[in-house]
């Protein structure tokens, strides 16, 4: 049923209005002015490799809108975990729940590999994103609406393989942010950037958050990333979550503030310390 009322025009737009009413709230002066987001309540998420017991007990709460940046030692489970929340992968105990029915299109993942089709043109790979909707008859215009948000919409025929690797990216984001998703997870999305690119992509997910009010999930192995980006960073230390970190600096923020600067020295001495015990 809901697929069959998703392909026409009228739905779709009514759709995207609905979800946007009732869960419209504030979240804070100098966050989204009104979420789209979903909250999301995590209770007791255990997830296992054979032996390698990698998540143990994850315990988490996230406001619907907020912008979390998930932090932690190369192999401690932060991928397994968005994969969770994404639903890309099972969960071997507890649960994890968005107070609501979803629909796939309401949760997007984007990674540190664009994976753009390289025999689409940039439009058609932004299409992708729309899942289901793909077909309608506003389609198009979603995709073009999307590329502006990314700043590319001079680039909507060209080919994947002409593009930079933060233009790639900028592809990557658009076709994430087509189908206006609730809850939008980013796994290292800006770990393969120049240093210049990567801040003016981190500025760009700041905006594009603010102005769609979506739930962010960062996984970025940069603490100076993760406390200029989110209003909150938690560390994930032998499967569970060892330290979360509220970020009260105001937006727009200063990079390498005094303020942030320590907030990073303190994330950072955690993860060192934990490098020391093992
Ligand atoms: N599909 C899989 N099969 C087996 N082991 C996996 C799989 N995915 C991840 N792992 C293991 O789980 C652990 C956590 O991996 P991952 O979540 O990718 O870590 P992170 O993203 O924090 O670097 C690692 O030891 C990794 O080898
Ligand atoms: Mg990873």
């Known amino acids: ?46 997830k296992s490799f054979g032996d390698n017991e990698v998540l143990r007990s994850i315990d988490l709460h996230i406001p619907a809108g907020q912008f979390v940046a998930i932090v932690g030692k190369s192999g401690c489970g932060k991928s397994t975990l968005l994969r969770l929340i994404a639903g890309l992968d099972k969960i071997d105990a507890g649960s994890i729940s968005f107070g609501q029915d979803i629909q796939p299109e309401d949760i997007r993942v984007m990674f540190q ?48 393989s002409v593009l930079s690797g933060g233009q790639k990216q900028r592809v990557a984001l658009g076709r994430a942010l087509v189908s206006r998703p609730r809850v939008l997870a980013f796994d290292e999305p800006l770990g393969a950037l120049d240093a210049l690119t990567r801040i003016s992509m981190q500025r760009l997910l700041e905006r594009v ?12 192995h940069d603490v100076a990333e993760a406390v200029a980006l ?25 990079r390498g503030s005094a303020e942030l600067a320590g ?15 093992t």
Request: glycine fraction near 6%; proline fraction near 5%.
């Open 209 to 220: 958050w603010r102005d769609q009010g979506f739930t962010a999930i960062l996984v970025t």
């Open 230 to 254: 989110a209003d909150r960073v938690l560390v994930i230390e032998e499967g569970r979550i060892a330290h979360d970190v509220t970020v009260n600096a105001a937006r727009p923020r200063q």
């Open 113 to 160: 590999e664009p994976r753009l089709l390289p025999w689409a043109r940039v439009l058609a790979n932004v299409e992708v994103g729309l899942g289901r909707d793909r077909a309608s008859t506003d389609a198009h215009a979603r995709a073009e609406k999307a590329l502006i948000e990314v700043g590319l919409a001079d680039k909507r025929d060209q080919w994947p």
């Open 263 to 277: 907030l990073e020295g303190s994330i950072l001495s955690h993860l060192l310390s934990a490098d020391d015990r």
């Open 1 to 46: 049923m809901q697929t069959a009322l998703r392909t026409s025009l009228p739905e779709t737009e009514l759709a995207s209005r609905a979800n946007f009413a009732p869960h419209a709230r504030v979240v804070r002066e100098d966050g989204p002015v009104q979420t789209n987001g979903l909250p999301l309540s995590i209770r007791g998420l255990r």
